[in-house]
């Protein structure tokens, strides 16, 4: 079953490597998508694919990697868009 979710994570996740993190993660998981900063410093992904690989990207989410400290994930649910490569975006 295909998933798509967008997520909005909160907390010391900008400039250690988490974009590329996710990305890498992603890649390794067959998930497309998305992943920025923002600038109210948070960090945007979106990611869609099979249920089962989208949930682990979201799991990689929550911990982070290891310089990162993570205080809320905001997870919403989106319509899947068949996206064709997982992208590090830049504002």
Do not use: W
Not at 49 to 72: A, Y
């Amino acid at each position: 079953m295909k998933k798509s979710v967008r997520l909005y994570i909160s907390g010391t996740v900008q400039g250690i490597f988490f974009r590329q993190f996710i990305k890498d993660n992603a890649e390794r998981n067959n998930v497309k998508g998305f992943v920025r900063n923002l600038e109210d410093g948070r960090v945007e992904v979106f990611a869609e694919g099979n249920q089962e690989d989208v949930d682990k990207i979201v799991e990689f989410c929550q911990k982070g990697p290891k310089h990162s400290k993570i205080d809320k994930v905001e997870i919403k649910d989106e319509k899947f868009q068949d996206l064709k490569e997982f992208k590090i975006l830049h504002i």
